[in-house]
Antibody, heavy 119, light 107 residues
């Protein structure tokens, strides 16, 4: 069955960096768009970044543009999110998600990894 | 950025009743709007895609209508397992955005 397992979250100081990883299994990873969605405490769902099957199309939310970098390794069935210059506004649970077919909806979600930004 | 507004925030109904949930977009999204259901401790599940199409395995009691800026998710007769939070999401333009959700709880 489809599984998305995130790792790499944790406590980081303001201005620091983290790299999130998502290990995918149970499907042909290279056939799907993948993305990261986050939910900050008490807030709604925010689509952070999205990457096409061959990494030739990438989107970022304005709130993270220039600080976050999404990437994927189809040979390793893995998705990544490099997060730099982290601030309190980035504190959230980050979900690895799979784009559904040729439509930009989500059909599978990981369990989420918590990013805490605090001095 | 397209802002989605959902109403009501909470809908209190009894099993067997009809639920009508609304999602309004700050600008037209054509029919590029989906609906998700989320139960406690679970990930959201896609119910409806592109305004009116049920996703695989979704019961016929769930239906979606609308286009442009106004959309409706209808649950024709609530089953016990339908009490949950429902989100809309637009894919018309990046950034794709979600509504804040409507909680359907038991009256």
């Amino acid at each position: 069955q489809v599984q998305l397992v995130e790792s790499g979250g944790g406590l980081v100081k303001p201005g620091g960096s983290l790299r999130l990883s998502c290990a995918a299994s149970g499907f042909t990873f290279s056939d799907y768009y993948m993305g990261w969605i986050r939910r900050a405490p008490g807030e709604g769902l925010e689509w952070v970044s999205y990457i096409s099957r061959r990494s030739d199309t990438i989107y970022y939310a304005d709130s993270v543009k220039g600080r976050f970098t999404i990437s994927r390794d189809n040979a390793k069935n893995s998705l990544y999110l490099q997060m730099n210059s982290l601030g309190a506004e980035d504190m959230a649970v980050y979900f690895c998600v799979r784009g559904w077919g040729g439509y930009d909806y989500v059909d599978y979600w990981g369990q989420g990894t918590l990013v805490t930004v605090s001095s | 950025e397209i802002v989605l507004t959902q109403s009501p925030a909470t809908l209190s109904l009894s099993p067997g009743e009809r639920a009508t949930l609304s999602c309004r977009a700050s600008q037209s999204v054509s029919t590029y709007l989906g609906w998700y259901q989320q139960k406690p401790g679970q990930a959201p599940r896609l119910l409806i895609y592109d305004a009116s199409n049920r996703a695989t395995g979704i019961p016929a009691r769930f239906s979606g209508t609308g286009s442009g800026t106004d959309f409706t998710l209808t649950i024709s007769s609530l089953e016990p397992e339908d009490f949950a939070v429902y989100y809309c999401q637009q894919r018309s333009s990046w950034p794709f955005t979600f509504g804040p959700g409507t909680k359907v709880d038991i009256k």
